[in-house]
């Protein structure tokens, strides 16, 4: 069954067309950031481009192959600035734009024999294939990063269209597709044409797919920080603590002395200023996998994995001297706040840490029974 390929690049070209009004109208609400009117934009051109090209023979070739074409390009190279915007990564519009130009316009010189555009079949097919390959290393990028599963099967979705540009290049390349015939005779290419339509419609469904799994990642983060510090909040501990783990676990509890005092000689923005301070001297001493919450008003958590008493209790004592250097470069204090801390730790594969927690604060209000600003560990572990 031999498809026609001219009705598969006008139905191509109608759905990239809808798309593209349709990223546009959602940039147009102001809703979704700039990536849609990239997408958009991309969308628009490809579908132009391609609606040019199923016109050969109809309208003039610099309409149809070299317009055509060229509009085909920039849209692809388009959609690559795109999935960039969407990662949130830097788009210098005079490289993009400069890109565009170096790639799309070299196509132009396919126009010797408009009759035989098996060259620019070619051109045009490689162009498209690393396209996509990029686009298929940023999804994976994002999945990686953002832990979207909408971002790891947009790069799936992208690899067979690779791979089918790919066969494209080489049909190409043999001199089986391309000519006069460009538009009738062979079935490969009427099929990989009307598969790709299939794709361009999923791919842009994972696309919103991608921006509302991200929007809801957001709120979820959102609703478990500290809207002031930044750090986790109670139920953002709660989500993150590792209740089964087969190495040991330290928890420091944290207060802040003279805080009262603080705020009450200083007014509640220099308090405010005082625990973002601390938020950032304990994120500075603290690893990637380890967990800072702030449980109300002055008082913190620090989840440790992986340590032993002695270690935490090193830790512990680093973040209060740091703590305290960094107030002493705050200008115009007549209080200068310490910090209190307790180190309970455990070395089960369960840990309840409630039972921990109560360690922790035991430790804590034996550090400020024991004048305050300095480390205590609890009962029975050794703070070297």
Not at 66 to 89: H, K, M, Q
Not at 200 to 214: D, H, I, P, Q, T
Request: glycine share 8%; charged share 15%; with cysteine.
């Amino acid at each position: 069954m031999i498809l026609d390929l001219r009705t598969i690049y006008v139905v191509s070209a109608m759905t990239c067309l809808v798309l593209g009004c349709v990223y546009l109208a959602a940039y147009s609400t102001g809703r979704f950031g700039r990536w849609p009117a990239w997408w958009g934009v991309a969308n628009f051109l490809i579908g132009l481009g391609t609606l040019c090209v199923s016109l050969r023979n109809f309208v003039p070739a610099s309409v149809s192959l070299d317009a055509g074409n060229v509009l085909t390009i920039a849209g692809y190279l388009l959609t690559f600035f795109a999935i960039r915007v969407f990662a949130e990564r830097p788009v210098d519009k005079r490289y993009c734009v400069l890109a565009i130009a170096c790639i799309s316009l070299p196509v132009l010189l396919f126009t010797v024999d408009p009759a035989r555009i098996s060259s620019r079949l070619l051109y045009v097919s490689a162009v498209c294939c690393l396209c996509d390959l990029a686009i298929l290393r940023e999804g994976v990028v994002i999945y990686r990063r953002e832990k979207l599963f909408s971002a790891g099967l947009l790069a799936w979705l992208y690899a067979p269209t690779a791979a089918m540009f790919l066969v494209r290049c080489l049909l190409a390349a043999s001199g089986q597709i391309g000519g006069p015939g460009a538009f009738g005779d062979s079935p490969v290419h009427g099929w990989m044409g009307a598969t790709a339509v299939v794709f361009l419609a999923l791919r842009s469904v994972v696309v919103v797919l991608m921006s509302a799994e991200r929007n809801r990642a957001k709120l979820i983060d959102l609703a478990h920080r500290d809207p002031l510090t930044g750090v986790l909040n109670r139920s953002g501990l709660a989500q993150h603590l590792p209740f089964k783990q087969p190495q040991s676990l330290a928890l420091l509890a944290i207060d802040i002395d003279g805080f009262k005092q603080l705020n009450d000689q200083h007014g509640h923005a220099v308090g405010d200023d005082m625990l973002r301070l601390f938020a950032g001297v304990a994120q500075t001493a603290l690893r990637p996998g380890d967990l800072l919450s702030r449980q109300g008003g002055d008082e913190f958590v620090v989840v440790l994995k992986g340590m032993t008493a002695a270690e935490a209790v090193q830790i512990a004592e680093g973040m209060r001297q740091a703590f305290s250097a960094a107030v002493a470069q705050m200008p115009g204090l007549t209080v200068f706040p310490t910090l209190s801390i307790g180190v309970a730790t455990s070395c089960k594969a369960e840990t309840d840490f409630e039972h921990l927690l109560r360690k922790a604060d035991e430790a804590l209000y034996a550090s400020k029974r024991h004048g305050r600003d300095r480390v205590e560990a609890s009962a029975g572990e050794q703070a070297a």
